[in-house]
Protein backbone atom coordinates (compact mmCIF):
# COMPACT_ATOMS: atom_id res chain seq x y z
CA UNK A 1 0.00 0.00 0.00
CA UNK A 2 1.37 3.41 -0.57
CA UNK A 3 -0.68 6.80 0.09
CA UNK A 4 -2.69 7.89 -3.05
CA UNK A 5 -5.10 10.71 -3.67
CA UNK A 6 -8.23 10.81 -4.27
CA UNK A 7 -8.65 10.56 -8.33
CA UNK A 8 -10.74 13.25 -9.96
CA UNK A 9 -14.37 12.27 -10.29
CA UNK A 10 -14.25 10.61 -14.10
CA UNK A 11 -11.38 8.59 -13.08
CA UNK A 12 -11.63 4.90 -11.80
CA UNK A 13 -8.00 3.12 -12.03
CA UNK A 14 -7.79 -0.55 -11.70
CA UNK A 15 -5.47 -2.88 -11.19
CA UNK A 16 -5.59 -6.42 -10.99
CA UNK A 17 -2.43 -9.35 -10.76
CA UNK A 18 -1.56 -12.55 -9.43
CA UNK A 19 -0.75 -10.80 -5.88
CA UNK A 20 -2.72 -8.02 -5.41
CA UNK A 21 -6.79 -6.20 -6.41
CA UNK A 22 -6.70 -2.67 -6.15
CA UNK A 23 -9.52 -0.09 -7.06
CA UNK A 24 -9.44 3.28 -7.18
CA UNK A 25 -12.62 5.02 -7.16
CA UNK A 26 -14.74 6.57 -5.53
CA UNK A 27 -18.32 6.76 -6.38
CA UNK A 28 -19.44 9.88 -7.15
CA UNK A 29 -23.20 10.35 -5.37
CA UNK A 30 -23.82 10.86 -1.37
CA UNK A 31 -20.49 9.09 0.27
CA UNK A 32 -18.29 10.04 -1.95
CA UNK A 33 -15.15 9.49 0.26
CA UNK A 34 -13.62 6.07 -0.08
CA UNK A 35 -10.20 6.81 -2.06
CA UNK A 36 -9.45 3.16 -2.92
CA UNK A 37 -10.19 -0.58 -1.46
CA UNK A 38 -8.18 -3.82 -2.36
CA UNK A 39 -6.81 -6.90 -1.59
CA UNK A 40 -3.17 -7.98 -1.45
CA UNK A 41 -2.08 -11.74 -1.81
CA UNK A 42 1.61 -11.40 -1.48
CA UNK A 43 3.07 -13.90 1.03
CA UNK A 44 6.32 -11.38 1.30
CA UNK A 45 4.34 -8.15 1.55
CA UNK A 46 6.06 -5.37 3.23
CA UNK A 47 5.39 -1.29 3.17
CA UNK A 48 7.75 1.21 4.15
CA UNK A 49 6.82 4.25 6.81
CA UNK A 50 4.41 6.48 5.03
CA UNK A 51 1.33 8.41 6.20
CA UNK A 52 -1.62 9.56 4.15
CA UNK A 53 -4.11 12.67 4.38
CA UNK A 54 -6.78 10.00 4.99
CA UNK A 55 -8.12 6.51 7.18
CA UNK A 56 -6.72 3.88 6.19
CA UNK A 57 -8.36 0.02 7.29
CA UNK A 58 -7.00 -3.11 6.58
CA UNK A 59 -7.84 -6.44 7.72
CA UNK A 60 -5.89 -10.03 8.20
CA UNK A 61 -8.12 -12.71 5.97
CA UNK A 62 -5.20 -14.86 5.94
CA UNK A 63 -1.96 -15.32 7.73
CA UNK A 64 -0.28 -13.08 10.34
CA UNK A 65 2.05 -9.86 10.03
CA UNK A 66 2.62 -6.69 12.25
CA UNK A 67 2.02 -2.99 11.67
CA UNK A 68 3.81 0.03 13.45
CA UNK A 69 2.47 3.25 14.07
CA UNK A 70 5.45 5.94 14.85
CA UNK A 71 6.83 3.11 16.87
CA UNK A 72 4.28 1.09 18.26
CA UNK A 73 4.21 -2.13 17.31
CA UNK A 74 1.82 -4.55 16.67
CA UNK A 75 0.91 -8.16 15.87
CA UNK A 76 -1.88 -9.40 13.68
CA UNK A 77 -3.13 -12.40 12.77
CA UNK A 78 -6.06 -13.96 10.89
CA UNK A 79 -9.51 -12.11 11.74
CA UNK A 80 -7.80 -8.62 13.24
CA UNK A 81 -8.50 -5.48 12.30
CA UNK A 82 -5.96 -2.62 12.17
CA UNK A 83 -6.66 1.11 11.56
CA UNK A 84 -4.36 4.29 11.11
CA UNK A 85 -5.58 8.15 11.24
CA UNK A 86 -4.75 10.96 8.86
CA UNK A 87 -1.01 12.09 9.73
CA UNK A 88 -0.09 9.31 11.51
CA UNK A 89 3.36 6.99 10.21
CA UNK A 90 3.09 3.88 10.04
CA UNK A 91 4.42 0.67 8.00
CA UNK A 92 3.81 -3.25 7.95
CA UNK A 93 4.50 -6.53 6.95
CA UNK A 94 3.68 -9.89 6.32
CA UNK A 95 5.10 -13.08 8.52
CA UNK A 96 5.20 -16.15 7.28
CA UNK A 97 4.18 -17.97 4.15
CA UNK A 98 1.23 -17.01 3.85
CA UNK A 99 -0.58 -13.61 3.95
CA UNK A 100 -4.07 -12.24 2.07
CA UNK A 101 -4.84 -8.49 3.37
CA UNK A 102 -7.83 -6.49 2.78
CA UNK A 103 -7.06 -2.80 2.72
CA UNK A 104 -8.94 0.41 1.91
CA UNK A 105 -8.38 4.22 2.15
CA UNK A 106 -11.31 7.06 3.25
CA UNK A 107 -12.20 9.90 4.30
CA UNK A 108 -15.27 11.06 6.70
CA UNK A 109 -15.89 14.35 5.57
CA UNK A 110 -19.77 14.40 4.78
CA UNK A 111 -19.72 12.05 8.30
CA UNK A 112 -19.00 14.34 10.99
CA UNK A 113 -19.75 11.80 14.21
CA UNK A 114 -18.60 8.65 12.30
CA UNK A 115 -15.43 10.73 11.82
CA UNK A 116 -15.25 11.62 15.31
CA UNK A 117 -15.16 7.99 16.68
CA UNK A 118 -12.49 6.87 14.69
CA UNK A 119 -10.70 10.12 15.45
CA UNK A 120 -10.61 9.02 19.02
CA UNK A 121 -9.85 5.80 18.38
CA UNK A 122 -6.70 5.25 21.28
CA UNK A 123 -3.35 3.08 20.99
CA UNK A 124 -4.99 -0.18 21.19
CA UNK A 125 -5.32 -0.41 17.46
CA UNK A 126 -6.16 -4.11 16.80
CA UNK A 127 -9.62 -5.65 16.94
CA UNK A 128 -10.93 -9.26 16.02
CA UNK A 129 -14.01 -9.14 13.69
CA UNK A 130 -15.05 -12.44 15.43
CA UNK A 131 -18.37 -12.64 13.75
CA UNK A 132 -16.91 -12.27 10.42
CA UNK A 133 -19.10 -9.50 9.09
CA UNK A 134 -15.89 -7.15 8.52
CA UNK A 135 -15.04 -9.78 5.73
CA UNK A 136 -18.80 -10.42 4.30
CA UNK A 137 -18.82 -6.59 3.70
CA UNK A 138 -16.13 -5.90 2.17
CA UNK A 139 -16.41 -8.84 -0.09
CA UNK A 140 -20.07 -7.45 -0.82
CA UNK A 141 -18.09 -3.96 -1.75
CA UNK A 142 -16.09 -6.01 -4.20
CA UNK A 143 -18.84 -7.58 -5.91
CA UNK A 144 -20.46 -4.79 -6.32
CA UNK A 145 -17.49 -3.42 -7.96
CA UNK A 146 -16.52 -6.33 -9.91
CA UNK A 147 -19.72 -7.61 -11.24
CA UNK A 148 -21.49 -4.11 -11.43
CA UNK A 149 -25.69 -4.61 -11.63
CA UNK A 150 -28.34 -1.35 -11.69
CA UNK A 151 -27.15 0.94 -9.16
CA UNK A 152 -24.38 -0.62 -8.08
CA UNK A 153 -22.64 2.26 -6.96
CA UNK A 154 -25.31 3.09 -4.23
CA UNK A 155 -25.33 -0.16 -3.41
CA UNK A 156 -21.54 -0.59 -2.76
CA UNK A 157 -21.68 3.02 -0.91
CA UNK A 158 -24.67 1.74 1.51
CA UNK A 159 -22.42 -1.63 1.80
CA UNK A 160 -19.17 0.68 2.57
CA UNK A 161 -20.98 2.53 5.36
CA UNK A 162 -22.47 -0.55 7.15
CA UNK A 163 -18.76 -1.59 7.19
CA UNK A 164 -17.50 1.24 8.81
CA UNK A 165 -20.17 1.83 11.28
CA UNK A 166 -19.58 -2.14 12.18
CA UNK A 167 -15.78 -1.37 12.20
CA UNK A 168 -16.70 1.64 14.89
CA UNK A 169 -18.76 -1.05 16.96
CA UNK A 170 -15.97 -3.31 17.48
CA UNK A 171 -13.59 -1.11 18.70
CA UNK A 172 -16.07 0.37 20.79
CA UNK A 173 -17.54 -3.05 22.33
CA UNK A 174 -13.40 -4.55 22.60
CA UNK A 175 -12.04 -1.67 24.59
CA UNK A 176 -14.53 1.30 26.45
CA UNK A 177 -11.80 3.19 28.54
CA UNK A 178 -12.27 5.31 31.91
CA UNK A 179 -13.11 9.16 30.54
CA UNK A 180 -14.11 8.37 27.91
CA UNK A 181 -14.66 11.13 25.32
CA UNK A 182 -18.25 12.76 24.42
CA UNK A 183 -20.02 11.77 21.26
CA UNK A 184 -20.49 14.41 18.15
CA UNK A 185 -19.24 15.79 15.98
CA UNK A 186 -14.94 16.40 16.44
CA UNK A 187 -14.45 20.14 16.06
CA UNK A 188 -12.15 21.27 13.29
CA UNK A 189 -9.39 23.10 15.81
CA UNK A 190 -8.90 19.58 17.34
CA UNK A 191 -8.30 17.93 14.12
CA UNK A 192 -6.06 20.45 12.95
CA UNK A 193 -4.07 20.00 16.73
CA UNK A 194 -3.56 16.23 16.12
CA UNK A 195 -2.34 16.63 12.84
CA UNK A 196 -0.05 19.59 13.69
CA UNK A 197 1.35 17.77 16.71
CA UNK A 198 1.82 14.20 14.48
CA UNK A 199 3.56 16.29 12.22
CA UNK A 200 5.84 17.99 14.92
CA UNK A 201 6.27 15.98 18.27
CA UNK A 202 8.61 17.19 20.16
CA UNK A 203 8.62 17.11 24.35
CA UNK A 204 8.80 21.00 24.23
CA UNK A 205 5.55 21.52 22.36
CA UNK A 206 3.59 24.09 24.95
CA UNK A 207 0.12 24.02 25.48
CA UNK A 208 0.41 28.25 25.32
CA UNK A 209 1.73 28.20 21.92
CA UNK A 210 -1.01 25.53 20.80
CA UNK A 211 -3.64 27.30 22.35
CA UNK A 212 -2.46 30.58 20.76
CA UNK A 213 -2.36 28.70 17.07
CA UNK A 214 -6.09 27.78 17.22
CA UNK A 215 -6.83 31.18 19.24
CA UNK A 216 -8.04 29.84 22.10
CA UNK A 217 -7.28 30.12 26.20
CA UNK A 218 -4.83 27.37 26.90
CA UNK A 219 -7.75 26.09 29.75
CA UNK A 220 -10.03 26.05 27.25
CA UNK A 221 -7.70 24.28 24.54
CA UNK A 222 -7.09 21.41 27.25
CA UNK A 223 -10.53 20.92 28.56
CA UNK A 224 -12.04 20.47 24.70
CA UNK A 225 -9.08 17.72 24.10
CA UNK A 226 -9.68 15.84 26.73
CA UNK A 227 -13.33 16.17 26.19
CA UNK A 228 -12.68 15.14 22.42
CA UNK A 229 -10.06 11.97 23.13
CA UNK A 230 -10.15 11.53 26.51
CA UNK A 231 -6.88 12.07 27.39
CA UNK A 232 -5.21 15.27 28.47
CA UNK A 233 -2.88 16.93 26.11
CA UNK A 234 -0.22 16.15 27.86
CA UNK A 235 0.12 12.94 28.12
CA UNK A 236 -0.82 12.58 24.38
CA UNK A 237 2.10 14.57 23.86
CA UNK A 238 4.30 12.09 26.20
CA UNK A 239 3.00 9.22 24.61
CA UNK A 240 3.67 10.72 21.04
CA UNK A 241 7.10 11.19 21.50
CA UNK A 242 7.44 7.95 23.30
CA UNK A 243 6.27 6.47 20.29
CA UNK A 244 8.53 8.12 18.14
CA UNK A 245 11.17 7.19 20.12
CA UNK A 246 10.51 3.51 19.91
CA UNK A 247 10.78 3.74 16.19
CA UNK A 248 13.68 5.33 15.62
CA UNK A 249 15.98 3.68 18.60
CA UNK A 250 14.16 -0.03 16.87
CA UNK A 251 14.21 1.01 13.08
CA UNK A 252 17.03 3.49 12.41
CA UNK A 253 20.88 3.79 12.87
CA UNK A 254 20.65 7.30 13.85
CA UNK A 255 22.17 8.04 17.23
CA UNK A 256 20.05 8.39 20.71
CA UNK A 257 21.78 11.71 21.65
CA UNK A 258 20.63 12.90 17.59
CA UNK A 259 16.82 11.53 18.41
CA UNK A 260 16.83 13.60 21.80
CA UNK A 261 17.71 16.56 20.04
CA UNK A 262 14.78 15.61 17.46
CA UNK A 263 12.42 14.88 20.23
CA UNK A 264 13.08 18.52 21.95
CA UNK A 265 14.72 17.11 24.84
CA UNK A 266 17.34 19.36 26.14
CA UNK A 267 20.18 17.07 26.49
CA UNK A 268 20.53 13.30 26.60
CA UNK A 269 19.91 12.79 30.24
CA UNK A 270 16.87 14.86 30.23
CA UNK A 271 15.78 12.25 26.96
CA UNK A 272 17.05 8.77 29.29
CA UNK A 273 15.36 9.76 32.24
CA UNK A 274 12.04 10.41 30.37
CA UNK A 275 12.40 7.20 28.61
CA UNK A 276 12.94 5.28 30.86
CA UNK A 277 10.08 6.85 32.78
CA UNK A 278 7.57 5.73 30.14
CA UNK A 279 8.85 2.66 29.70
CA UNK A 280 10.45 1.23 32.42
CA UNK A 281 13.59 0.46 29.98
CA UNK A 282 16.59 2.89 28.76
CA UNK A 283 16.84 3.71 25.09
CA UNK A 284 20.24 2.15 25.12
CA UNK A 285 18.81 -1.10 26.41
CA UNK A 286 15.54 -0.54 23.90
CA UNK A 287 17.93 -0.46 20.82
CA UNK A 288 19.96 -3.37 22.37
CA UNK A 289 16.68 -5.18 22.33
CA UNK A 290 15.89 -5.08 18.75
CA UNK A 291 19.23 -5.07 17.64
CA UNK A 292 19.64 -9.17 19.15
CA UNK A 293 16.25 -9.92 17.76
CA UNK A 294 17.60 -8.90 14.32
CA UNK A 295 20.68 -11.51 14.67
CA UNK A 296 18.26 -14.08 15.72
CA UNK A 297 16.66 -13.42 12.48
Known amino acids: MTAHKTPPPASRNRYKGSSELREELPFQHDFDNLSYIGIQM ?4 QVDRHMHEHFELCYVDEGQGWFSIDGD ?21 SLGETYRLYYTGFRLTNRQKLEADFYRLGRARTVRDTSGDVKQLFDAVFAEIENPGPHSALMAESLFQQLLVRVIRLYREAALPDGAPEDGPLAPAMKELLQYLHEHASIGIA ?10 SRTHLEREFKRSFGIPLGKYIRMLCTDRAKYWLAETGETITSIAERLGFSSLHAFSVFFKRQTGISPYAYRRRFSSNDEKR
Open 73 to 93: MYRVRQGDLFLTKPGEGHQGA
Open 42 to 45: LSTW
Open 207 to 216: ALDLAKRQHL
